[in-house]
T-cell receptor
Framework: GAVVSQHPSRVICKSGTSVKIECRSLDFQATTMFWYRQFPKQSLMLMATSNEGSKATYEQGVEKDKFLINHASLTLSTLTVTSAHPEDSSFYIC???????????FGPGTRLTVL | DAKTTQPPSMDCAEGRAANLPCNHSTISGNEYVYWYRQIHSQGPQYIIHGLKNNETNEMASLIITEDRKSSTLILPHATLRDTAVYYCIVRVGRAAGNKLTFGGGTRVLVKP
């Protein structure tokens, strides 16, 4: 299957700082990428849909000014958690949609801990 | 998207076939059935998907009933590494944005 990477895999930051997470499709181009969040013992929750060259579409209840998404190329989307607080601590997972396979492929996730 | 219903957990014996059921009684004609699994602290892994025909790949088989209201994922020879949460998801086609909605999944424990 297609490969999606995320960087960093784990990050610890102080409250009030911003954190950027990168999502890359390594062997295919993706016009659409997705960002999810997963709290302990819960399922994945879709945060936003990232479309190359256009603004992201956020799910209801997700603050677009807090979770900045940029999809500047067909292989890279970034999620920036601005002014992070302890309640933003979570497992953030991206996925990339491969048109040819009509399938989303997921990255390994980024564990964010805000102190 | 159509909702899915899966048993919250099930145990399987190593080396035996694991049959994971999923109900999706409100599925529409253009909605696909996707299966993913998530091993602890990792991103979900794609397994298989189908529309109405049965599908098989190197990981698993997907059996969809004729009325498409339910499906079964079959892991032919379960190994300890198949222990994971398995998600059955019904997705609309490209026009609706290709979004996936994850439910609770089935927590599968493969025992020696």
């Amino acid at each position: 299957g297609a490969v999606v990477s995320q960087h960093p895999s784990r990050v610890i930051c102080k409250s009030g700082t911003s954190v950027k997470i990168e999502c890359r499709s390594l062997d295919f181009q993706a016009t659409t990428m997705f960002w999810y969040r997963q709290f302990p013992k819960q399922s994945l929750m879709l945060m936003a849909t990232s479309n190359e060259g256009s603004k992201a579409t956020y799910e209801q209840g997700v603050e677009k000014d807090k979770f900045l998404i940029n999809h500047a190329s067909l292989t890279l989307s970034t999620l920036t958690v601005t002014s992070a607080h302890p309640e933003d601590s979570s497992f953030y997972i991206c996925s990339a949609f491969e048109d040819g396979a009509d399938t989303q492929y997921f990255g390994p996730g980024t564990r964010l801990t805000v102190l | 998207d159509a909702k899915t219903t899966q048993p919250p957990s099930m145990d399987c014996a190593e080396g035996r076939a694991a049959n994971l059921p999923c109900n999706h009684s409100t599925i529409s004609g253009n909605e696909y059935v996707y299966w993913y699994r998530q091993i602890h602290s990792q991103g979900p892994q794609y397994i298989i998907h189908g529309l109405k025909n049965n599908e098989t790949n190197e990981m698993a088989s997907l059996i969809i009933t004729e009325d498409r209201k339910s499906s079964t994922l079959i892991l032919p020879h379960a190994t300890l590494r198949d222990t994971a949460v398995y998600y059955c998801i019904v997705r609309v086609g490209r026009a609706a944005g290709n979004k996936l909605t994850f439910g609770g999944g089935t927590r599968v424990l493969v025992k020696p």
